[in-house]
């Protein structure tokens, strides 16, 4: 087994060609690692998978676009928690707008690799919007940023919930639903009226599961919040913060 570096990480592989050129985007949960080369084939773009084995870093999988196109730039930003992934690409045409952007939500099955779950795209969106410039997941929730949005940028949070519908039916309307009956729905979307437009608000983003004490009131139940945070910096050098929350 080869040792190489890959940027700044140290993987061992089986094969060099693997390791991306120069990784744009890391992530990693547990035992398993995303490294993203955005500008792999002429920019389509691909994600490097790798498992912790006890006692090295193994090349697992490459994850792609289902259909992949030339300058799309396929994962630009990468997160993961447990067996869920998520990919930006910002240079995707979604819903007939150039350049509008979205993410690509993977599920990690039994056997370790990689399946597609859904393309998540606002429910009103524009051209060159360049959403999945950022994006962050955790458990049924995934926030990311679309910071050239025409009002100064915005962020979406979308949750995982088990579809309501025939998903023969969602399908036909374009709603998309994995083998396990889910799907993800838009919940909020996170701006500020503060920002202006060119300020790219929610050039960056993170979300976290806090605990929340001053809801037990003396029960035994303890109360979990999800939180979405959304942050840039301004030309001002100002920070902006939006916060959403709700109780499950």
Known sequence: MEQVHCGVHTVYLSNFS???PTPTAV???GDWALLSSPSHDSNRGKVNVYYFTGWNWTFSSAITAPNPIAGERFGHA???HEETAAVGVPLYNGKGHSDSGGVFMFYRAPRGEFQLQGILVPNITGPEWGCGQS???RDDYVVFGCPDE???GKAFLFQRVVATVDPVAAA???VPVDEFHHTWTQTAELHTPRVANGELFGWSVAIALSYNPSDMWGTSCASWMRRACVHT???EGVWFV???SGEI
Do not use: L, M, Q, R
Request: hydrophobic fraction near 45%; charged fraction near 10%; include cysteine.
């Open 18 to 20: 693997h390791c991306p």
């Open 27 to 29: 992530d990693i949960s």
């Open 78 to 80: 990468v997160s993961i």
């Open 135 to 137: 994006v962050a997941v």
């Open 150 to 152: 025409d009002e100064g």
């Open 172 to 174: 036909a309307a374009g």
């Open 233 to 235: 910096v301004t030309h």
């Open 242 to 244: 939006a916060v959403c």
